[in-house]
């Protein structure tokens, strides 16, 4: 069978199906049919096939149908759906992502900032939704483009999503700031051409995440 394929027919007579140089590797689904049904046409009547192979081919059948179905549903995504399928993934877990407010849970939250030029001196401050400082922290001798981190301790703080900003200065001027804050993934959107991941206080695009868990 490796080199084509034949079936046996009355008298021991080979009846070709293929051509011998044909990939049996290669035989889709009409293909298998074909030689199934050709197999029974040329049976003996007094030799007949035993009904244990038939069932073994019916399974084989099947077998090429859902690899058939499962291979044109894997070429039908493009990249957009892969990325979408593997950004669900996220759902549930906890990420640190460039932006302006950090989830506090059980009094707990980590917080990244970097300024883009040196800075002689900086302070961080989280309100609450009032507009109220609840906590701060001051940096001094910041270099440019370094990561610097503050790890939120307060047990007396309710669970819930709290503002940051930094206030960086040099020479009197403002230095600008990235800040990176810790959110929890609730859900994953299509937004346009744009996959986000849905927090609670609202969208996160995938390249604004620059860590997953912790």
Do not use: W
């Not at 069932?55 to 990249?79: A, C, G, P, Q, Y």
């Not at 800040?179 to 695009?205: C, F, H, M, N, W």
């Amino acid at each position: 069978m490796a080199d084509g394929m034949s079936i046996e027919g009355v008298g021991g007579k080979t009846i070709p199906v293929y051509d011998a140089n044909y990939d049996n590797s290669q035989m889709d689904q009409e293909g298998f049919l074909k030689v199934l049904l050709t197999s029974f046409q040329y049976q003996d009547p007094f030799e007949t096939q035993d009904i244990s192979k038939f069932i073994d081919n019916t399974v084989k059948l099947r077998e090429l149908e859902i690899m058939n179905t499962f291979e044109e549903s894997v070429k039908s995504l493009n990249s957009s759906d892969t990325l979408f399928l593997s950004a669900a993934n996220l759902i549930g877990k906890k990420l640190l992502y460039e932006g302006r407010s950090t989830y506090v849970e059980g009094g707990k939250s980590h917080i990244q900032f970097t300024p883009l030029r040196e800075s002689p001196e900086a302070t961080l401050y989280i309100y609450d939704s009032e507009g109220r400082v609840v906590a701060q922290r001051s940096f001094s001798n910041l270099e440019a483009n370094q990561r610097y981190t503050f790890d939120l301790d307060d047990a007396s703080l309710e669970d819930g999503y709290y503002k940051v900003s930094v206030v960086a200065q040099n020479g009197g001027e403002e230095v600008e700031v990235k800040l990176y804050v810790t959110g929890r993934a609730d859900g994953i959107q299509k937004d346009g051409s744009e996959i986000v991941v849905l927090v609670d206080d609202g969208k996160v695009p995938l390249g604004n995440i620059v860590k997953i868990g912790g």
